[in-house]
């Protein structure tokens, strides 16, 4: 039986992936997909790798059993803690390792786009460490929304560049990298956050990020006597924490995967982000997947309270998950989120992100047994968010 976990040579999970790109990248792009699986499994490599994540950002990361979560929902419920990572979410895991990718490969400028700032600040923040210059594309409306992050990134001595075209969020920050990148091929190497864009990146960032269920099977055998969890849910926008949380479990049929999507304003009110109820095939940022698109191809504008899920697309590794039903993609509103978040801020004494708050809001809609297992990734913390947070308090939501 082939893997989940792994495309094949040319980038494919199934009918997903590729690496569909302009002429000006073709040498950077296929300088990466040679080089990427050879320096990764050097050893020297791994021993860098695994120092920076333990010493650095801090793994591992606590399996919090949430006891009085679990008690509202009648059963057992573990938070992977992602928000407690150097940064404050599960995207510095991937920048450690392709910064010390992109010093093997004798790259001195990197280039990021961010959504809810999480992977620019993570991004900033690796180049700081390495003495690298920085540059972080985010959309317009994503600066004024998660305004802490951006001052996060100045202060680590990044540059912020605004995306004002479009809806001024995530996918126009993508488009203006790539741009970038095109305008830069030589010197610069683009850190992307997510398991989207051409081959292969969508394998490197699930590899990792892959240390999430790494960790889990491990702690989970520590405290149960048996590694795999009944359940995993993690949010998913292009879906990085998802595939870590997920890796592992991936080829273990006895784990059900659920991948949460931003429904936004509802799935059918226009405004959304459900990119597995609402998408089709098609082809953005480098590579095919599922796309919110128009009759003749125009990508729809995304809609989520979370600057994080507010993509048009998802992952290609999580568009196979979805159509070959190895995942079950439910979906939960601006509205679920936010109720979800403040449950668990009195329940446990934890504020998440608002991303990370999609997937708590699928415990509730659920039904579980009493025997389950089921670990949530909290894929980040809710500083970020507490803007957000307050104006719901506010009556201003």
């Known amino acids: 039986m082939s893997s989940y976990k792994y495309p094949d040579a040319h980038g494919y999970y199934g009918r997903f992936g590729g690496a569909y790109i302009p002429e000006m990248l073709q040498k950077n792009v296929t300088e990466l997909q040679a ?14 790798l695994d120092r920076l994540l333990h010493d650095y950002a801090g793994r591992p990361t606590p399996l919090y059993l949430a006891e009085r979560l679990g008690q509202q929902v009648g059963t057992t419920v573990y938070l992977k803690r992602e ?16 910064i010390l990718l992109a010093e093997r490969l004798g790259k001195k400028r990197i280039i990021a786009e961010t959504g809810a700032g999480q992977h620019g600040v993570a991004t900033a923040t690796v180049c700081a460490l390495k003495g690298l210059e920085c540059i972080v594309y985010m959309g317009e409306k994503d600066i004024q929304r998660q305004a802490p992050n951006v001052a996060r990134m100045k202060m680590l001595g990044a540059t912020v560049v605004p995306a004002t075209s479009g809806s001024k969020t ?40 892959s240390v999430i269920s790494a960790e889990i099977k491990e702690q ?10 009944t359940h995993v849910i993690a949010c998913v926008g292009g879906g990085s924490n998802a595939a870590g949380a997920f890796y592992h479990f991936l080829d273990d049929a006895a784990v059900k995967l659920l991948a949460v999507e931003a429904a936004g304003c509802g799935v059918d009110s226009g405004k959304s982000a459900a990119t597995s109820v609402l998408g089709r ?24 309270i979370s600057a994080g899920l507010d993509y048009p697309g998802i992952g290609p590794l999580h568009a196979h998950l979805f159509e070959t039903g190895r995942a079950t993609v439910l ?11 403040f449950n668990l801020a009195k329940l446990e004494g ?31 913390r809710g500083d970020k968010d507490m803007e957000t947070y307050m104006a719901r308090l506010e009556n201003k939501l």
């Open 83 to 98: 928000d407690l990572c150097h940064t404050g979410a599960h995207k510095v895991n991937n920048t450690i390792g392709q």
């Open 220 to 229: 989970l055998k520590t405290k149960t006597g048996n590694e795999l969890p």
């Open 281 to 304: 095939p098609g082809i953005l940022h480098g590579s095919k997947s599922l796309l919110m698109q128009t009759e003749d191809g125009q990508v729809v504008e995304p809609h989520s």
């Open 35 to 48: 080089a990427y699986l050879e320096i990764m499994q050097d050893e020297a490599f791994q021993k860098e």
């Open 170 to 209: 995530l996918k126009d920050a993508t488009n203006e990298a790539i741009r970038d990148w095109i305008n830069n091929p030589n010197d610069t190497h683009y850190i992307i956050g997510s398991v989207v864009g051409p081959h292969p990146y969508p394998d490197m960032v699930a590899r990792f990020q």
């Open 331 to 341: 979906n939960a509103t601006d509205e679920e989120a936010l109720v979800a978040a």
């Open 350 to 380: 934890i504020i998440p992100a608002l991303e990370s708050s999609h997937a708590l809001a699928a415990l509730q809609t659920q039904q579980w047994k009493p025997d389950d297992v089921v670990v949530v990734c909290l894929s980040g």
